[in-house]
């Protein structure tokens, strides 16, 4: 089973700077790499899929990149509304499995 | 408006059965491209996938607790049925549900039941 392992755990960073988050699979994902945004007490909200395409409706300030294993959210200036815990998410091929990482908090600084 | 709604017992006792139910609402279960999955969220942790039924009743379900799950859907009335077996304080948390596309991405999500396992 692929593990996925995030980092760092938590980043501490203020509103306007650049935000890079890594997400690294114990084997190849292919660019079966999802990233999801969840604040306090609100559902996961899903920002990209397939490692780089944006989900409907998600600002263009996040973007994805990545193939294989080792896999980059990027946001390229923080709105105070971005300080959250995201994740990443995995798929198998067949049968579809989904594995989530441990999450990076982004914390104002 | 593509909405998915979880529904199911706040608390639940030690080595009992935890039924929830999934009502999805702006798109059909028989859509050849859509499916929906349940995902769980201990208090203060990670996301955990739990299980997934596609449009032609196919399954697939965490390897590390298949045997305590089964899913199922039933069209006629929008729901997808989870159910554990053999709950134990550990499966405490916040339980969604959410649908896949056709990227096999879950692109909306429930706002989530709360179960707490306690005797």
């Known amino acids: 089973e692929v593990v996925l392992t995030q980092s760092p755990a938590t980043l501490s960073l203020s509103p306007g700077e650049r935000a890079t988050l890594s997400c690294r699979a114990s084997q190849s994902v292919s660019s079966y790499l999802a990233w999801y945004q969840q604040k306090p007490g609100q559902a996961p909200r899903l920002l990209i899929y397939d490692a780089s395409n944006r989900a409907t409706g998600i600002p263009a300030r996040f973007s994805g990149s990545g193939s294989g294993t080792d896999f980059t959210l990027t946001i390229s200036s923080l709105e105070p509304e971005d300080f959250a815990v995201y994740y990443c998410?995995?798929?198998?091929?067949?049968?579809?499995?989904?594995?989530f990482g441990q999450g990076t908090k982004v914390e104002i600084k | 408006q593509v909405t998915l709604k979880e529904s199911g017992p706040v608390l639940v006792k030690p080595t009992g059965t935890l039924m929830l139910t999934c009502t999805v609402s702006g798109f059909s279960l028989n859509n050849a491209k859509m499916g929906v999955s349940w995902i769980r969220q201990p208090p203060g942790k990670a996301l955990e996938w739990l299980a997934h039924?596609?449009?032609?009743?196919?399954?697939s379900y965490s390897s590390s607790l298949k045997s305590r799950l089964t899913i199922s859907k039933d069209t006629s009335i929008s729901q997808v049925v989870l159910t554990m077996t053999n709950m134990d304080p550990v499966d405490t948390g916040t339980y969604y549900c959410?649908?896949?596309?056709?990227?096999?991405?879950?692109?909306?999500w429930g706002i989530g039941t709360t179960v707490t396992v306690s005797s």
């Open positions: 998410q995995q798929r198998s091929n067949w049968p579809p499995r989904w594995t």
């Open positions: 039924i596609f449009s032609n009743d196919e399954k």
């Open positions: 959410a649908r896949i596309n056709p990227y096999y991405s879950m692109d909306v």
